[in-house]
């Protein structure tokens, strides 16, 4: 795991980027100076690479960016293991049966999502609402109005739509951005009753989580906010682990809670997005898990970012990692 330490001659701090890694049985060390000062994001970046050649040359892969925090080399590799066996899975299916296992999982992620949020929605009935859309839409074109429609099928429909959106962004490889976040809320909330006016904007609203001390950000704090964090996102893109990143920011999101209604959806979301981008597998948080994952947003707001990097690091290796769980979970939805 690369990082940064001080040494310390003759009274002055001098600063390296550096590797401890085994090879024949020794432990060698790669190490890049940084100079007499902390150094900037950019320096930080060029001594990475620096770094990751010279560690390659001695046959070892730098896996762990140097402000990484909570990752382990040995945790990195199981992650990337993760990764590959992911994309073998998929890369061995034909298109049919690709673009089906993708819709399955996105089906288990709709359920899950909006249950967390309260929605009673099992997999079958949400996978019934879905199938339906294409003849909605028939209708909608005609101009006929659909009724019967209650909330749990709206937002089922809903984030469904969101990734459709989602998926488009991802095959461009768009730039996470304000702009796209605001446009994947407005359609989260689409003819949601009493939130329609809510849609696409920030909170002009104070927010409260029953059972919380929390206090969240004023609505006049939030658009800065959400620009501070896509900055910071953008700054680190390099300098951290992707699965730590895209924790970190799911936490951050949810704890300025920019919006009126859909703030925990829409952080899953953009933390699947930036795992996607990062050529990670898109990832569910399991309703089952739902208690823990509270958990880790709890001590998010307290600045504690371990927990949740944890969490999503362990699911991501156990939904991921084996192909013959994936086969299984694929098999049992069918």
Known sequence: MSHIISRTVKGKKYYYLEESFKQRKKWVKGSIYLGAKKPNAIRMLTAFEELRKKCGRKKHTVLVSPLTEFIPNQKAVKLQKAAESKQKFLKKMGKSQREDFIKRERITFITDSNAIEGSSLTYAETSQILEQENQLKKYKKKNIIVTGLNREEQEALNLKACLDRYNKYIKINQ??????ILQLHYILLEKISGYEKYQGIYRPVKVYIRGSMHEFPLPQEVPSLVKKLIRW??????????IELAAKFHTEFTGIHPFADGNGRMARILMNYILQQKAFPFTNIPLKRRNAYMKTQAAGNKEDYKPFTKFLSEEVIKQHLSAQKQKRDYQKNR
């Open 233 to 242: 996102m953008e700054e680190n893109d390099k300098l951290i682990h992707p």
């Open 175 to 180: 730039r996470l951005s304000e702009k796209m």
